[in-house]
C-alpha cells in the first residue's frame, strides 16, 4: 500500500503529539481558549478534533456552550460565566510504520504497522468556589477534586480520585504542574483511584494524568490512550 505524502509528513511531526500533547483550558483577553501542548508549548491544533463541551453553574445545571472552531485553535462561549466545564478532543487512530513514522490512521489502513493507538484528550475546569460537580461520564478519564480546590491553597494537598470508564484505577501517576513540570509526578493512585496531589501555583494549576488501556478485537487498534487535566486557580482572584 502506498501511503500519501502528506500523511507520511504529518507522521514526522506527530508522534509527539500523539503520545505526549494534553489538553486545558485558559482564560485569555477575555476567552475560554483550548491549549493543546506539553508542558510550556501551546500547539496549533485542527479545531474538528474538539468533540464536546460541557458547561454548569454553580449548582451543577448545565450551561448551554458554543464551540468557535478557529484556524488553529479552539474557543469556547458558554451562554454565561460557568463554574465547571468539560472539554474532549478526539484525536483519532495513529499507526506506527516500521521505519518510526506515525500515520493518522488505523492499522487496517497502514501496512506492517508496529503499534497502533486511538487517543482521546480531557480537561476539567473549576472556576468557583464551592461548584458542585456534576456527573461527567462524557469525561473517559478525570481527575475528581474531593474537595474544593480553590479554598485549598497553594503548599497543600489536594485530595483527587482518578476514575476510567466512571471507574477508579490504582497506579496512575499525577503530574502536579503539568505546565511548569511536565515529567515530575507528584503522586501515584491507590487502590481506591485516590491520591494526595500539592497544590503548586497561587495561578493556575494543571494537575494531569495519563494511561493505556489495551483494546481487543479491533482491525485498527490495540491501545486506547487517554490524557486528563484538572485545572483550577491555586488563589481564589478578587477584583
Known amino acids: 500500500m502506498r501511503i500519501p ?19 486545558w483550558t485558559e482564560q485569555r483577553r477575555g476567552n475560554i481558549e483550548t491549549v493543546y501542548g506539553h508542558g510550556a508549548e501551546d500547539n496549533a491544533f485542527k479545531a474538528e478534533k474538539i468533540s464536546g463541551a460541557w458547561a454548569y453553574d454553580a449548582a451543577g445545571k448545565m450551561i448551554p456552550v458554543t464551540v468557535e472552531r478557529l484556524s488553529d485553535h479552539a474557543r469556547l462561549q458558554p451562554l454565561k460565566t460557568p463554574a465547571v466545564l468539560g472539554v474532549a478532543l478526539d484525536n483519532g487512530a495513529w499507526s506506527k510504520t516500521p521505519d518510526g513514522q506515525w500515520i493518522n490512521q488505523g492499522r487496517s489502513q497502514v501496512a506492517n504497522s508496529t503499534q497502533s493507538l486511538h487517543t482521546y484528550k480531557y480537561s476539567l475546569a473549576i472556576y468557583a468556589e464551592g461548584a458542585k460537580l456534576p456527573a461527567l461520564e462524557q469525561l473517559k478519564l478525570v481527575i475528581l477534586p474531593e474537595t474544593d480546590p480553590l479554598k485549598v491553597g497553594p503548599g497543600k494537598s489536594l485530595p483527587v480520585r482518578v476514575l476510567v470508564d466512571g471507574k477508579p484505577l490504582a497506579g496512575v501517576e499525577l503530574v502536579g504542574d503539568y505546565r511548569g513540570a511536565p ?5 501515584v493512585t491507590d487502590a481506591e483511584g485516590r491520591a494526595q ?29 487517554l490524557f486528563a487535566s484538572l485545572t483550577f486557580l491555586g488563589q481564589a ?3
Open 5 to 23: 505524502a502528506y500523511l507520511l509528513l504529518a507522521g514526522l511531526f506527530a508522534s509527539g503529539d500523539v503520545l505526549a500533547h494534553g489538553l
Open 237 to 239: 482572584h478578587h477584583e
Open 197 to 225: 496531589v500539592p497544590v503548586r501555583n497561587q495561578g493556575l494549576n494543571i494537575i494531569s494524568a495519563e494511561v493505556s488501556l489495551p483494546v481487543a478485537n479491533d482491525a485498527d487498534i490495540e491501545t486506547r490512550g
Open 183 to 187: 515529567h515530575q509526578v507528584s503522586a
